[in-house]
């Protein structure tokens, strides 16, 4: 029946996240060219800056690409501090709206759920905007991470734009990372990909990449999971099992594609491990074990203990303040003083709390199992910490895969000279130390709907007919694994109601 009522189509939106100087451009152009040519796709893009930014506040001026840049930075902030920190998804919704109108209204006779079109939105820069463009666009809503090293971000700016170093790494500071809730937030953007490309060497290697993507989403039944891609899943699942009152973070050791230990963020207990919740026999509950993880104690004993260093110092302070400043001033000057301890590096503390990092707990997992570490491999969630980094380094651990970046962490400056990042250095320079590069592939948000034949939220797959012969794909009559519906629950009730009734009526 539901055969007959037409509530998917073949849209897809496809938005793009990576750091300034990040060549997205590139990217978009590359994407672009497969689903004209090979996927029989028509492409619309839509471009932040230039179609949303720019409508709002030109850039009239005659200045430099550092102003220009910086300009539609402040005025992006300024939109998501004044409206949401979702108002520019919502734009871009419009945009794509708007495309559709003007699409049906030059095309009256065709129709347009048998369009073959695509959105690309270069680019995004808020984590907001992306939980908003899922949410209304559902599964057919793809997010592309494109990752490229700091300094090649920064000789981009440099030739590219013409600007100086300083201002350039003004930039890319910027763009990790505002404090506040609406500026920009590209490292928490980042890590919520559905498929994450590298640009290193030349196109022809993110071109493949892409292909890749397109493959999968387009219901390619013969392309399976890297060992890189499984064990960045395994690492992810991992993770789910932490308690943990800050994050949940997850590791796998592996070597010779094999996994050897799996570990994640959470109170360690007695004889090794860390507090799994139980079974209740007696009462039929599944239970955790009272005062073991952090939740059951009510408290996080690491941000206590940081707010009892801000009180301390800020009594002794106080002391101060109250023998040499007038009393008009004490107060104003004690508030100042406490919000500056509270914005300081204090914050970062790690080492008060109860919890074992997931990198702590895979390496002392084979620890307790007589696996040696020499020469493995550790992917991670997250970037190590400095506290792990030193561990992982004394395991004899040869790499760190990591999806998500982390800003606290401390461990490539600690120790430059046994870690390095591969991409920031030539292959020659990278001998003898520890390696820490970036996740690329599908992430684990898309693992099970990409990869499995049944049990994703997408069509069945199949790779063989009635006789067992393989199936043929085709690129450009392929369609989406996962299509777009264009009827909320509720619409599609009521068409199922209406022919219900019909039915009946007929009987």
């Known amino acids: 029946m539901l055969e007959d009522i037409k509530i998917t189509n073949h849209e897809l939106v496809i938005g793009l996240v990576g750091a300034v100087g990040s060549r997205l451009g590139q990217l978009s152009d590359i994407v672009q060219n497969l689903l004209e040519q090979q996927f029989n796709y028509q492409v619309e893009i839509i471009r932040v800056s230039k179609d949303i930014l720019a409508e709002f506040y030109p850039y009239t001026q005659n200045g430099s690409a550092f102003d220009r840049i910086q300009h539609y930075m402040d005025k992006g902030n300024q939109l998501r501090r004044d409206y949401q920190t979702d108002f520019l998804a919502l734009q871009i919704v419009k945009k794509i709206y708007q495309r559709r109108q003007m699409w049906q209204q030059q095309n009256p006779e065709q129709d347009i759920q048998q369009r073959r079109v695509a959105y690309i939105v270069d680019s995004l820069k808020h984590e907001s905007e992306i939980q908003a463009l899922r949410q209304i666009y559902g599964n057919g809503f793809f997010q592309l991470s494109l990752y490229e090293s700091k300094s090649t971000r920064t000789h981009a700016l440099v030739t590219r734009y013409g600007m100086s170093e300083d201002k350039a790494k003004i930039l890319i500071e910027r763009d990790e990372g505002e404090s506040n809730s609406y500026g920009q937030h590209t490292s928490e953007a980042f890590h919520l990909a559905d498929y994450f490309l590298k640009f290193e060497h030349n196109q022809n290697q993110l071109r493949e990449s892409c292909l890749r993507f397109l493959k999968l989403i387009f219901k390619n039944p013969y392309i399976?999971?890297?060992?890189?891609?499984?064990?960045?899943?395994?690492?992810?699942?991992?993770?789910?099992?932490?308690?943990?009152?800050s994050r949940q973070v997850g590791a796998v050791v592996a070597r010779d594609e094999t996994?050897?230990?799996?570990?994640?963020?959470?109170?360690?207990?007695?004889?090794?491990?860390?507090?799994?919740?139980y079974f209740n026999e007696e009462t039929g509950a599944v239970e955790d074990v009272p005062n073991g993880r952090d939740y059951m104690r009510g408290?996080?004993?690491?941000?206590?203990?940081?707010q009892g260093i801000i009180q301390d110092l800020l009594g002794k302070i106080e002391g101060v303040i109250e023998r040499e400043m007038p009393d008009e001033r004490r107060a104003s000057v004690k508030t100042e003083i406490e919000n500056i301890l509270r914005q300081s590096k204090i914050k970062n503390i790690l080492e008060y709390g109860r919890v074992v990092h997931a990198e702590m707990d895979a390496l002392l997992s084979c620890s307790r199992s007589n696996i040696s570490t020499v020469g493995a491999t550790l992917f991670v969630t997250t970037f190590p910490c400095h506290n792990c980094a030193k561990h992982i380094l004394a395991a004899g651990i040869e790499k760190v895969v990591f999806v998500e970046p982390y800003p606290k962490s401390l461990a490539l400056h600690l120790h430059h000279e046994s870690i390095t990042q591969r991409w920031e250095q030539q292959?020659?320079?990278?001998?003898?130390?520890?390696?820490?590069?970036?996740?690329?592939?599908?992430?684990?948000?898309?693992?099970?709907?990409?990869?499995?034949?049944?049990?994703?939220?997408?069509?069945?797959?199949?790779r063989k007919d009635a006789f067992g012969r393989v199936l043929d794909w085709q690129a450009d009559t392929a369609t989406l694994r996962m299509p777009m519906h264009v009827l909320s629950y509720q619409a599609l009730e009521e068409k199922i109601m209406q022919i219900m009734q019909g039915k009946n009526t007929a009987d």
């Open 427 to 462: 292959e020659s320079e990278i001998h003898n130390k520890l390696i820490f590069e970036p996740f690329v592939g599908v992430g684990a948000r898309s693992f099970m709907n990409l990869f499995s034949l049944s049990l994703g939220v997408g069509e069945k797959v199949k």
């Open 299 to 306: 408290y996080d004993v690491n941000t206590q203990e940081k």
């Open 259 to 277: 996994i050897l230990a799996i570990g994640s963020n959470d109170v360690p207990k007695f004889r090794g491990g860390t507090y799994w919740p």
């Open 224 to 245: 399976t999971p890297t060992f890189n891609e499984f064990a960045a899943y395994m690492s992810f699942s991992a993770s789910l099992r932490s308690a943990d009152l």
